[in-house]
């Protein structure tokens, strides 16, 4: 391949992930400017929840798009695409990790150990587009890839508690081994992505399409089973209303196996850790940050999602107004949003958490917000990378807002409540309007 034909390359990869780290940037810079400590804990997860993101999309955007079997056929070397994608996505990442570093976002996280926190994003980083391969959904490897971070957190903790409990050596102490497990493990993770997401994309083979409908095999398939399927059945007549619901509730089935993931692992981290209250309270913590990412994560699949599998154009023509359709779907979304990230967080604290309307209120926001940055792309993980950064942006301005009129909490209420109403307002507009 010559030099003309690789830039041309690196171009097209930049431009499909270019407005995801723009928006990741400028987020970190608005928080870092407006100086507001409370949002420095989401400072940080937007930088890491970007650059996990960006680097899903390296693969993932040719899934999204529909272009990877024509990128499959390019008569190019398949490690060549790679090192186009990878001159494309390693600068932005860089230039994420650079702003991070620059402006102090480093925080609390990081004061256990610098390393520890970069290994956790590289390990990250480096699943991304691996199980993005693996499972052919960009928003799926985004997904996992964090869990498969945070399990390695509790997995080498797991396996020093375990070692301890049989008798081993414990002469470093139990902080210190967990800490060289968990880097050792961060490391192997890494590297393990890094080489498996290169050989996985050197056989990649575009298997789309309609799959093999499942049938019982000839043996099993008795003479009155085959009488009873050649009988036609009679159609079923269901209501509309509960048809849409069904839909809108499987369009949410990736929030779903999140909630149930974090089940597991907080029973797990309850399991291992022991009963004092700061144990408790980093519990509590991480369940907060779990509703907050699961708000924005059922936000942004809602609409966007349907543009990205098809079905948005027959789901306009369908004999069911507009707007009923999206009070539906505003209602399914916030449902479950509420289930999943406001009620199931403080179920699980067990009395550390309340239930706060102000809580409540700031996952309704939130969802809101995703639903309307979802309503402008054309798929959920787009729709997941530009919510958070742009959502924290706007919290940061706000807060920023109401120090400098020294506002009440009464009118910020009273503001925040507005502006989700407009937001929701705008949303449904361009999602009426949007074209597949």
Known sequence: MSRPALWVMVRKEARALWLAWAVTAAACVIVAVAGQPQLTSSGRLAFFLGSVTLAAMAVGHEYSDGTLPLLLSLPVDRRRIIIAKLLAVLPMLGSLALVNATIGLGGPYFERGTLIGALSAVAAVSLAPWLTMLCRHPLAGTVFSLGVAGMLQLASLGAVLIWARLGGSMTLGLETLHSRVLVTSLIATSLLGAVAGWRTFIRLEAMQGPDAPLTWPQWLRSRMALDQAAVEARPRRE???????????????????????????????RWLASDSEADDEVLAAVGIMYGVLLAVLIGAVASASERQMGTFAWQQLLPFPAWHQWLVKTAVVLGVSLSLAFVLPVLLARGDLAFNPAHAGAVVALTIGSLFVSSLCGSGLQALA??????????????????????????????????????WWFAFVNHRTARS
């Open 386 to 423: 530009l919510s958070v950064p742009a959502l924290l942006a706007i919290a940061a301005l706000l807060v920023w807002s109401f120090s400098f009129l020294q506002a009440g909490p009464e009118l910020a209420l009273a503001a925040v409540a507005a502006l989700t109403g407009v937001t």
């Open 239 to 269: 209501r509309p209303l509960w048809l849409l619901v069904k839909k809108e509730v499987r369009l949410q089935h990736i929030s779903i196996a999140v909630a149930a993931i974090n089940v597991v692992i907080w029973f797990t981290a």
